[in-house]
């Protein structure tokens, strides 16, 4: 999958593939968009699939997950910082 | 393979309308072969339903629409049961061929739900989540909102149907997380912006000082903002050439020069007031030119955009109608999303017709709502924002301009506009205020440069400038560290803005990918049941010229039923045109097609009055199309169906296929909540045996349902083994008379074989019907029960009906001794053996 497949909306999911399966190809093919973004979302992306269960959306959960997105975000630019300091 | 599973056995004490207190229902169900549960209203069939739902799900729908006032948890457990506890046994039986898991579910007292597994199976709660497949548990209001439903909400519904519902649930997050508003709120973007804002603002006012100092010393202006580094050393070397000064500056930067000490030292050494009225008097020189440097045109169209905005929100609130009515808008949203009001043309209150949406007119007054309270963050953030904020306030606090603290209105200003209460009449009053302080600057600015001048020239040229010098050289230290340290802090800032950008980009295309991927896997699973629910539709109803066809949208998970084919016209609503059979219809194929193509752990259908708005022909139908085309193994690929019912009609195609190979029929008996339920197979000795027990221990109240319940089992099991002929309204008339009404069709059949000459039963068992059996059943308990007109009979007496209708039943016996022995046979008809 190249960057301007994924643009142009041909990213597919595999019928025979499980859920859990097909996400980890998703993911996967985000780095190709922002690696560094893809990396946080693949490590939030159990509280991600948390927040809508059975069509309930769950505000609480957004907002935990947004909230460590948060902090994975502040600290890829502390550590940019410090890349440029040293 | 994927191990999947059958259903074969609930048992039920204590749950909802099922009492049967130490004595459970316990029914069985044949995966080989469609199961049917009929029991008349109000005798624990949707108890049924609803124990598997609590099992499985955990949960009771009926219950979860209950308000929390209405006390939901108080009616799990069966109100009649001493303990008030539950239990619920459930056999699933592996489609492989392995050993049945069985598991347990109790419900205390306290409402405490606690899972086993008697068989042993390692995670009990982690099984039931398995069967939580969309089709497996389904009941006519699943069917009648799939019609009935926003194409959205059908759209979601359905992809749990497909197997799908873990795609569509992630697709919302993604969309949750990803909606704009839910990241500049959980990201604390607009935040992070407004703080930026105030340090550039803080970053231009420290270069204006920045500016007037350097020009001061060095009387040169300054430029290049990019060339500060040169500048600083500028400063540094003009006031290091100073000779009085040399030593202070000598090895030095000028961030380590103490220009405190400097002035200790000058004072020290020339004690006269006019210097420090001098030192004082170019200090307030730099503090006024430091307010007039402040843009007054930019601060005047601040205030005329913010006195817009104060207009636009009064115009809002003005359209709205108070805090009262929103709370009523907003509980008519919330009975209106639940689906606890569905007629959109209909007042909820008054229940009058209307000529417009009722959901339409409530969005539309609760967007004035939220409409006026965006507009009054907008005013907020325009604040907080502005030039105006911080010049009211620098002008106020500034000490040259000696405004009075009673008059300050600064402090009452800035609270106004962050709780959103400022007035339009505050707003002028405040913009009067900041012209009349601001009008001041010029004034008194012009009064300071004066005495500067006066005192310079009662003072010593030399010292004159240097204790200028020495000011200007602090005041330039004090804003070059105030210029670093905001432009760093702005920069750090901005840092975190921008890369808040990058993941609101990031996460907004995934977005977009998943649900691309997702409706394409959706559209595919829908094409790929196309077929099977055409045909099923067609074969219940029996139609050709009527086709329906399910539209997946390209961008939104929006699923739209039509008519691809309406007797000859085409792509038309199918809310709009088709009967509720017909709705009900489609939904059902739709449903079975999906689960046969994409169904998952569960191997079971449990169909709950799915025919309730059919008529007997298509009732017909359905069930043929079940019994031949879906269930396991006649379709190799098929599934186990357990279907509830309390229709009547349907309940003699269940009769007749009942002792099938095809079909396991079950009938509920009893009289809950309070009584037993038990079905009949299951019921009939332990029946005998309860009745038996009360009876000797003198209970006759409570024997008599239960006798009651052992006639009529008896009865109708000679009708159907023995095929007697029953009038058509058999199955309508008065259940209250079903023993007198069983009697009457079984005489009735004997006379007429008597008649004709065909009958096959001996002469004895003629005499004992005629002359023993029926007078005694009639006159010992038709007579006094039927009528309501008899007391209680003794125990006895109702012992004897006992014996009766068991000597009654055999009489259409006989003993078969064609073989090696004698076997004890039901007749096959009145006239054959």
């Known amino acids: 999958m190249t960057k301007q497949n994924l643009q142009s909306g041909n990213f ?33 992306w159990d509280t991600l699939v948390a927040i809508v269960h059975d069509g309930e959306r769950n505000s609480k959960l957004r907002g935990e997950f947004n909230s460590k997105v948060a902090m994975a975000l502040d600290l890829l630019v502390k550590q940019a910082d410090l890349k440029n300091n040293t | ?175 949750a997380v990803s909606d704009s508003r839910a990241l500049n709120t959980d990201l604390e973007i607009k935040i992070i912006t407004t703080e930026v804002t105030a340090l550039q603002k803080a970053v231009q006012q420290a270069l204006v000082i920045l500016r007037l100092s350097y020009e001061n010393i060095t009387g040169k202006p300054l430029e290049d903002i990019d060339k500060l580094d040169e500048f600083v050393a500028e400063v540094a070397d003009a006031l290091g050439n100073v000779e009085l000064l040399k030593s202070h500056f000598s090895g030095r930067s000028l961030s380590d020069i103490d220009f405190e000490k400097i002035k200790t030292e000058i004072k020290t050494s020339e004690r006269g007031e006019k210097r420090r009225e001098l030192e004082k008097t170019i200090w307030s020189i730099t503090a006024l030119e430091e307010l007039a440097a402040y843009d007054l045109i930019a601060i005047g169209i601040e205030q005329e955009k913010i006195g817009v905005l104060i207009d636009e929100r009064d115009e809002l609130l003005a359209s709205t109608r108070g805090d009262l009515f929103k709370r009523l808008y907003e509980s008519a949203q919330e009975v209106i999303s639940k689906d606890v009001w569905t007629e959109d043309e209909k007042c909820p209150l008054c229940e009058s017709e209307l000529s417009s949406s009722i959901s339409g007119h409530i969005k539309e007054q609760l967007t004035q709502y939220a ?41 009452l200003v800035d609270g106004k506009f962050t709780s959103g209460d400022i007035s339009k009449k505050d707003w002028i009053a405040a913009v009067k205020w900041t012209s009349e302080l601001t009008e001041r600057v010029a004034d008194v600015l012009k009064a300071a440069q004066d005495r500067k001048d006066s005192i310079e020239k009662e003072l010593p040229p030399s010292l004159v400038q240097l204790t200028e010098q020495v000011e200007y050289g602090r005041q330039f230290t004090d804003a070059l560290k105030n210029y670093q340290e905001n432009r760093q802090e702005e920069e750090a800032l901005q840092a975190r803005i921008d890369i808040r950008e990058r993941w609101r980009a990031f996460i907004t295309k995934a977005t977009t990918v998943f649900a691309d991927a997702e409706a394409a896997l959706s559209k595919a699973r829908i094409k790929g049941i196309d077929m099977e629910y055409k045909s099923m539709f067609k074969e219940i109803m029996q139609v050709g010229d009527v086709v329906p066809d399910l539209c997946r949208a390209d961008d939104r998970e929006d699923l739209h039923v039509q008519l691809s084919d309406f007797h000859g016209q085409h792509n038309l609503s199918a809310r709009a045109l088709l009967s509720e059979s017909y709705r009900n219809a489609l939904a059902i194929s739709v449903f079975l097609a999906s689960a046969l193509k994409h169904s998952g752990t569960p191997r079971f259908v449990v169909l709950d009055d799915v025919t309730s708005s059919f008529d007997a022909g298509h009732q017909y139908f359905l069930m043929e199309l079940i019994r031949i085309k879906l269930q396991q193994p006649k379709n190799a690929d098929g599934l186990q169906f357990i279907i509830l019912s309390h229709d009547g009609l349907l309940e003699k195609y269940f009769d007749r296929l009942g002792s099938t190979p095809d079909w396991h029929h079950n009938k509920l008996q009893g009289s809950p909540p309070m009584g037993a339920i038990l079905h009949q197979a299951q019921g009939a000795d332990r029946l005998k045996a309860t009745i ?142």
């Not at chain 2, 953030?381 to 911080?390: F, H, R």
């Open chain 2, 1 to 175: 393979m994927m191990q999947r599973y059958y259903l074969t056995r609930l048992s039920i004490e204590g749950f909802r309308g099922v009492n049967n207190e130490n004595k459970p229902l316990d029914i069985s169900f044949r995966p080989d072969a469609v199961n049917s549960v009929f029991a008349v209203n109000g005798i624990g069939k949707s108890s049924i339903f609803e124990a598997l739902h609590y099992a499985i799900h955990g949960t009771i729908p009926k219950l979860q629409l209950l308000q929390a006032q209405e006390r939901p948890q108080d009616y799990y457990c069966n109100r009649f049961h001493s303990q008030n506890t539950a239990s619920i046994l459930a056999e699933f039986l592996p489609d492989d061929g392995t050993d049945a898991i069985v598991i347990r579910i109790d419900l205390d007292a306290a409402g405490t739900r606690t899972v086993a597994s008697p068989s042993g199976h390692p995670d009990p709660e982690g099984f039931l989540a398995q069967l939580r497949a969309a089709f497996a548990l389904l009941d006519y209001k699943t069917f009648a909102r799939f019609i009935e439903n926003s194409p959205l909400e059908r759209g979601r519904t359905f992809s749990a149907l497909l197997g799908l519902a873990e795609y569509s649930d992630c697709r919302q997050a993604l969309q």
């Open chain 2, 692 to 833: 038996v027990s009360l009876l000797s221990a003198g209970q006759v109240k409570q024997a008599e349902p239960l006798i009651r319940q052992y006639l009529e089992y008896k009865l109708q099991q000679i009708i159907r083994r023995v095929d007697i002929p029953v009038p058509i309204d058999f199955a309508i008339k008065d259940t209250s008379r079903m023993v007198s009404n069983c009697l009457d069709a079984i005489t009735s059949a004997i006379e007429m074989h008597k008649k004709a000459g065909t009958l096959v039963l001996d002469a004895q068992q003629v005499q004992d019907i005629d002359t023993s059996y029926v007078p005694a059943i009639v006159g010992n308990w038709v007579s006094h029960y039927e009528t309501s007109s008899g007391s209680s009979l003794s125990a006895s007496a109702l012992g004897g009906i006992i014996n009766s209708i068991d000597a009654f039943v055999e009489c259409f016996k006989y003993d078969d001794i064609s073989g090696a022995s004698s076997i004890r046979k039901w007749y096959k008809s009145l006239s054959k053996r």
């Open chain 2, 371 to 411: 409409d006026a309270a965006a507009k009054i963050v907008e005013i907020k953030d325009a604040w907080q924002a502005s030039a105006w904020k911080k010049c009211l306030s620098a002008h106020e606090m500034a000490e040259p301009l000696d405004v009075e603290r009673q008059k300050r209105q600064f402090s």
């Open chain 1, 12 to 44: 597919r999911f595999d019928d025979t593939k499980s859920f859990s399966e097909n996400c980890d190809t998703f993911l996967s093919c985000l780095e190709i968009i922002d690696a560094e973004m893809a990396a946080i979302l693949r490590n939030n």
